[in-house]
Structures are given as structure tokens and as C-alpha cells.
């Protein structure tokens, strides 16, 4: 696959932005939200959104000048309107506003109504961890989960993210979709031109299909675990739970009340719900970074069934990833994905991404 230089492609998300509206603090703050996702390993989530953003910043769904209002708050806890801004902004107005809390009184939790697409759960998370604090952060989204038994979409993919620190810089950080996969994998198994496994998405007949590109206009994702005898009604629990604390507590639309989130440049707003938190563990026992130091030890010194495949903490894989990714200063990206964005380029008017 094409390799693009790290600052080139974040150079490419910023203009693009910028060209759909966004003031450059904003483009700057999401082109590194976005960057995060590529650097990771996890391209589902990074360039490959690029055209979602932009046509929501085109057709008014997402306004990218907008600020987030807090519409009520306690010592610990905040409701917040999103304004339908970009999914960075909101989270960082969030995420900030929970830490501030945490710091003050030991915990903090906003849950914010308008929302739009917010990148990579597990970013938010770790904008807490480092400052010390545990991060949770959970959204809600558009309906393309089919929870278990049910032949109609209900949920959202859901996801939750939860990072903690451990003494020496080192963390356990859990990222997760409570779906078997987000959406965005199917993209990238259609730019790789790559069936799926059995168990991520069904097809227009309600049964397990591999056909990427038919999974992608069907929609309709499993639940984490897959089919019912695989346990994937656990997947959809958990989906439930995280609508509760979404979309419950933000007064947002659930998830079957949102439209599907695609390139026809609907300007219909997202209104998804999110939630931030922020907890001081320094409030509870003492040594909890000792204690996750202990765990992240044992974990990993797990004699392997494979000994080329060690047994990793939950996180690492990203953080070897992005060590790497950063050392080398360049991310692969497919081949007719940097062909969707140079079409993309040409209609907004901006310089295409140089490879090389």
C-alpha cells in the first residue's frame, strides 16, 4: 500500500476541514483525533471519516463554528448541549470539563445531547489518564446494530473506552465497540477488496454474510460475540447499557431514532448522545498505580499458546503500533482509499495527499 508521510496527511485533513467550514483550532484539534486513529492501527476511524465530516460540515448537519453550552451542572456531574458541533470539539469541551470536576471533587461525569461523530472512543479516554485520572467515555450512534433474535436494526455499534494509569508511564487502556466490529472495518475490508469473517455483519436475508460491499448498504451489524450461541446477546447488552448512559442521561435521540451516518449529505443533525468521565483514583485506596502496574505484569508474563504471539495488556498493541508508526514517520493507506480522497480534494478545492 502507498505510504504518506504523518505531517502530509495530517496537512490533508486540516485543509479539508478548513475548506468545509471548520475554524483551524477545530480542524487542527479533529485532524489530531483523526491522526490518533492511523497512527494506532486503527485506519477505520481515521482518514477513512475524512468525507463523513466534511459532507456533514457541506450540508449543515454539522456545524463546525459552533461551541457547546453547558446546560447543568453539579459539583461532579454535567449536562451539556454539543450545539452540533465536530465531534473533537464537543469532546474536548467535555472531557476537559469532567477532569476539572474530577480534580475538585473526585469524580466527574457530562453527558452531552447533539452530538456528532466523535472519532475513536478510547481518545477521549486517554486525554484523562493523562492527567492522572481514570477516562470513560461511551457513545451512542446511528441504528446498525440487530440486537439478538431480531431481524430490524435497534442499536448503535456503541462503543465505550475506559483508560487507567499505572505507575512509570505505563496504562491499561480498553477501546471497544459493542458491536463485533464498527462500520468502518467493513469500509476497509471494501478498499482492500477482502471478504469479512462469518460473524460481523448479516446480509439482506438476516444471515451471516462475507460479502463486504453487501454488508456496507445492508447494515445491519452484529452484536459482540456474534449469534446467539456464541453469546452475542452479551454484545447487545452492553450496547443497551451504554444507550442508557448516552442517550438516558443527554435527553440526545437514541439510537434507532438517528439516521444512518453515510456520504449522501443528509441535513439532518446526528443528535447522538455521549458521555465523559474523569474518576481521581487518589479518592480511593492508596497505590492504584501499583496495583495496575501488578496486573499489566502478570498479564503479559502469561506463558503464550504461540510463542510468537506474546500475550498483551489491553493497549498495547496500539501503543506498539504508534511507537512504530512514529518512528517510521509514514502511515500505509489503500490505494483506492487515497483515489476516494482525491476526488474528494477536487470537489472542496484543496491539495491532494502527496505520496512519498
Not at 467493513?186 to 444471515?207: R, T, V, Y
Not at 435521540?253 to 468521565?277: A, E, T, Y
Request: charged share 20%; aromatic share 6%; hydrophobic share 40%.
Amino acid at each position: 500500500m502507498p505510504e504518506v508521510r504523518l505531517e502530509e496527511a495530517r496537512r490533508f485533513m486540516v485543509d479539508s476541514l478548513k475548506a468545509a467550514g471548520a475554524p483551524e483550532t477545530e480542524a487542527e484539534a479533529h485532524a489530531n483525533l483523526l491522526m490518533h486513529a492511523d497512527t494506532v492501527g486503527h485506519y477505520s476511524h481515521g482518514l477513512n471519516r475524512l468525507e463523513f465530516y466534511v459532507n456533514d460540515c457541506l450540508s449543515g448537519s454539522c456545524l463546525p463554528k459552533a461551541t457547546p453550552l453547558i446546560l447543568k451542572e453539579s459539583a461532579a456531574t454535567a449536562w451539556v448541549d454539543g450545539c452540533s458541533a465536530l465531534g473533537a470539539t464537543v469532546g474536548n469541551f467535555c472531557m476537559d470539563l469532567a477532569i476539572k470536576k474530577a480534580k475538585e471533587c473526585g469524580v466527574g461525569w457530562v453527558a452531552a445531547k447533539a452530538c456528532n461523530h466523535y472519532g475513536m472512543a478510547g481518545y477521549w479516554a486517554l486525554k484523562a489518564e493523562r492527567e492522572g485520572l481514570i477516562g470513560i467515555s461511551c457513545t451512542n450512534s446511528s441504528p446498525i446494530m440487530v440486537p439478538t433474535r431480531s431481524k430490524e436494526r435497534a442499536l448503535g455499534t456503541n462503543p465505550i473506552a475506559m483508560a487507567a494509569p499505572a505507575v512509570d508511564g505505563d496504562k491499561v487502556v480498553v477501546d471497544m465497540a459493542s458491536t463485533t466490529v464498527a462500520m468502518g472495518k467493513i469500509e476497509m475490508q471494501i478498499h482492500k477488496g477482502e471478504p469479512l469473517p462469518p460473524s460481523w455483519a448479516l446480509g439482506p436475508d438476516g444471515k451471516p454474510t462475507t460479502d463486504a460491499k453487501t454488508a456496507y448498504s445492508t447494515a445491519m451489524l452484529m452484536p459482540l460475540g456474534g449469534e446467539e450461541e456464541m453469546s452475542g446477546y452479551k454484545g447487545y447488552c452492553l450496547a443497551t447499557m451504554i444507550e442508557t448512559f448516552c442517550s438516558g442521561l443527554s435527553g440526545s435521540n437514541p439510537s434507532h431514532k438517528n439516521r444512518l451516518w453515510d456520504l449522501s449529505n443528509s441535513n439532518i443533525p446526528m443528535n447522538m448522545g455521549q458521555c465523559f468521565v474523569a474518576i481521581d483514583p487518589d479518592c480511593f485506596a492508596p497505590g492504584f498505580g501499583d496495583r495496575i502496574a501488578e496486573c499489566l505484569k502478570i498479564w503479559r508474563s502469561l506463558e503464550p499458546v504461540d510463542p510468537s504471539l506474546p500475550v498483551l495488556a489491553p493497549g498495547d498493541k496500539e501503543r506498539i503500533t504508534g511507537e512504530e508508526t512514529i518512528s517510521k514517520g509514514t502511515v500505509n493507506y489503500p490505494q483506492k482509499q487515497l483515489e476516494v480522497m482525491e476526488k474528494m480534494a477536487r470537489r472542496i478545492g484543496v491539495k491532494p495527499i502527496q505520496i512519498g
